[in-house]
Nanobody
């Protein structure tokens, strides 16, 4: 059974930091491209950051220089370090894993940036 389980969301003030983690099981994690998506209220889900099986990273322009995605293949985890958070970063953050035609999602974790 494949599971992607996110953790680390919460409420943070603007300018603060959060670290999200996603623990995967039931897949050959090292072969998967892993990504973090977010969906803000009333908006479509968007890809925030992704890291390939080879370690190549991509970010949406709005988080460049503030967010860092990383992976630990030994622990089958992918993390998203989020710094200098802004109210517009608010949303449900979901972990995604893709390998060819195979794709899996976590249930998501809420991130709220507000004073």
């Amino acid at each position: 059974q494949v599971q992607l389980v996110e953790s680390g969301g919460g409420l943070v003030q603007p300018g603060g930091s959060l670290r999200l983690s996603c623990a995967a099981s039931g897949i050959m994690f090292r072969l998967y491209t892993m990504g973090w998506y977010r969906q803000a209220p009333g908006k479509q889900r968007e890809l925030v950051a992704a890291i390939s099986s080879g370690g190549n990273r991509n970010y949406v322009d709005s988080v460049m220089g503030r967010f860092t995605i990383s992976r630990d293949n030994a622990k089958s985890t992918v993390s998203l370090q989020m710094n200098s958070l802004k109210p517009e970063d608010t949303g449900v953050y979901s972990c995604n894993g893709v390998n060819g035609k195979l794709g899996y999602w976590g249930q998501g974790t809420q991130v709220t940036v507000s004073s």
